[in-house]
């Protein structure tokens, strides 16, 4: 008994206490001193710095080659390894003087852009990949302006949109050379006969105009030509102004050709649409098909204003297309709009296509090979967003369902 009390004598207390706050000092010291030995000795990274991340090429006509060549350098404490240099459309990394750099180093990257051919600004971007930590993908831009010996204002085509059969409408273009460069047209070639043409000087300097009417007698559907311009320049000697417009009646029927390519076998079904473009009701009458064992139901949509038309074939043809027409008849007593025509191709199943050029299975005749490439739809460009003026057509319910 005697010997515990001895062990809890304040003496004893107190020099236990001091034994741990020295301890706690002592590991406080070393904390410090190992959190300064890491700050003084940083781990050694590559850093890539460009001399310019923008070049400006100014003007340039179009079609032309514009070459440049970016600088950097590693300005950090380890090799800098370049892994990937890709280019936007347009623009081609055609060299590279170095893929790896020591601290200090430099190297360069050589781009060649193809002007393109449309008028305005353009911007294209080189992209370099590298393992800098703080940099790891490196945007270069160059840009510039794409001018034309030949302006064309305000475009350089000329765009209908959506235009009414029963009306005539004009779009006019002028034509001049740029920065009033020494350039003389001699010869004007239109081949555009579903539109009114005409292309005169209109005044003593080089400045020509091109006046465009729509006919109300070519009739329904997309219309498109062309004007050929003969010039005296030497880059760019024939210049071709398109024209483009979509005719529509009171009535019309989209699409103006129906074509069905199912995934699988089975039924299949197929749409048109019929509506008003005065957005008054009309009424469709009968619907008939020549591709047999086709059936057709009409119904009424938007209050009448639109007839949907569904074709139904329970039996999709296994190997050749089936080609036919629908015929779609109203109420109207316009002829023009009274009865419409419309082709029709049902393409086999793309099941059945694809077992039939596997081993040991008969392929398909050339002569059905021919039919599938003649029946294939004819696919109009469109002009660029923008461009396309103010009678652009409504947005459409689908024309065909795959399955």
Known sequence: MKRQLMFETPTYRNLRLWSGALGLVVLSLMAIATHDLFAQAPTAVPDIQFEAKVYDFGEAQPNLTVNHTYRFKNVGQAPLKVLKVTSSCGCTA???????????????ISVALTVPSMRGATTKSVYVETNDPDEPRSVLSIKGKVVTEWVFDPSERITFGRVSSEEVQERRLKVYPHQNRALDITDVRVEAPDFDVSFDKVSDEPVWELVVKTKPSAGLGTKK???????????????????????????????????????????????????????????????ESTIAGAKL??????????????LSLEDPPERNPLSGV????????????????IPVTIYPPLASQAAAIRPGVTRPSAASANVQSASQPVRIPLPPAGEQGSGTLPPLPPTSLDR
């Open 94 to 108: 055609t060299g590279l003087s170095k893929d790896e750099l020591l601290p200090g180093e430099e190297g360069e």
């Open 225 to 287: 030509g062309s004007v050929f311009l003969t010039t005296t320049s030497e880059r760019v000697p024939e210049a071709e102004i398109g024209i483009l417009a979509f005719v529509t009646g009171r009535i019309g029927v989209t699409p103006e050709q129906l074509v069905i390519r199912p995934r699988t076998a089975g039924s299949i079904n197929g749409y048109l649409f019929v509506r008003s473009y005065e957005n008054k009701p009309l009424n469709v009458t009968k619907a």
């Open 326 to 341: 629908v015929t779609i008849t109203t109420s109207d007593t316009n002829p023009r709009y009274s009865k419409f025509e």
């Open 297 to 310: 139901e009409m119904s009424p949509l938007s209050n009448g204003t639109i007839w949907r038309v569904m």
